[in-house]
């Protein structure tokens, strides 16, 4: 049995036994883990608070060969966000988040960029209201690039050709991006403002991102559009959080 003690954010829990909870985490160092935390619904039970969801905790769990279950030994507090879960709206966007880092994140496989951005995009639904929606597309948008399912739109995909950033871009039901000469049949159009986003995405944080980028109702309609049709298309049905976050 291997003790393994790693950074870890919780996602979720679910009720196990009389006095158990199954707990889902992302961890730093091993990913996806989903692991017995025994006596955790006690009143006086050592975890304490440190299993509410988007906790961000120092994890220790013993684990066994060819076991998806591991078993908790302790979980001290770095971060909490208790407050989050309060506000309706956060804890709908928090349950999204929640939702595709299990689909997305493979089991016990760990994955550096993806735990550092969901931390970072914790940390800004904690430090600025109102911007649920803005940190929805940018959540959507990284763990669709760190899939390898978001598509390059700085050049056409059949020949080549670097589009320009000013201009608007035309793109497939794909998110494929073409110029003029080879644009198909009835495409779809990003504006300069949506692409602008879309590329700042990659090199700014959460927080900057909230900053720099303020989309109107119909660029928000058309970039979720998108971000939604890849996400259902990659877990083969409609994500069941997903909801309409307030305009």
């Excluded at 730093?28 to 006596?39: D, E, F, H, I, P």
């Excluded at 739109?153 to 494929?176: K, Q, R, S, W, Y």
């Amino acid at each position: 049995m291997r003790l393994v003690t790693t950074d870890a954010i919780v996602l979720r829990t679910y009720n196990l036994a009389e006095s158990d909870r199954i707990v889902v985490c992302l961890t730093q160092s091993a990913g996806l883990v989903r692991g017995v935390a025994k006596g955790a619904r006690r009143m006086k039970s050592r975890f304490g608070a440190a299993l509410e969801p988007f906790t961000l905790i120092k994890l220790a769990y013993h684990e066994k060969e060819n076991r998806e279950l591991v078993s908790i030994s302790s979980t001290d507090i770095l971060k909490s966000h208790f407050n989050l879960n309060l506000k309706p709206e956060v804890a709908e966007v928090l349950a999204y988040m929640g939702e595709l880092i299990g689909e997305f994140a493979p089991p016990h496989e760990a994955d550096e960029r993806l735990f550092r951005m969901l931390a970072a995009c914790v940390d800004a639904l904690a430090s600025i209201d109102g911007a649920e929606r803005q940190l929805t597309r940018y959540f959507e948008i990284w763990i669709l690039r760190l899939a390898g399912l978001f598509p390059d739109l700085g050049a056409c995909v059949d020949c080549g050709l670097e589009l320009d950033e000013a201009a608007p871009t035309v793109v497939d039901a794909d998110l494929n991006s073409y110029c003029k000469n080879c644009q198909p049949h009835a495409p779809s159009q990003l504006s300069p403002e949506v692409i602008a986003a879309i590329r700042g995405s990659s090199r700014l944080s959460p927080v900057n991102f909230v900053q720099r980028f303020q989309l109107t109702d119909q660029e928000d309609l058309l970039l979720s559009g998108l971000t939604h049709r890849l996400i259902s298309r990659a877990i083969e049905r409609r994500p069941r959080t997903l909801v309409a976050v307030p305009r």
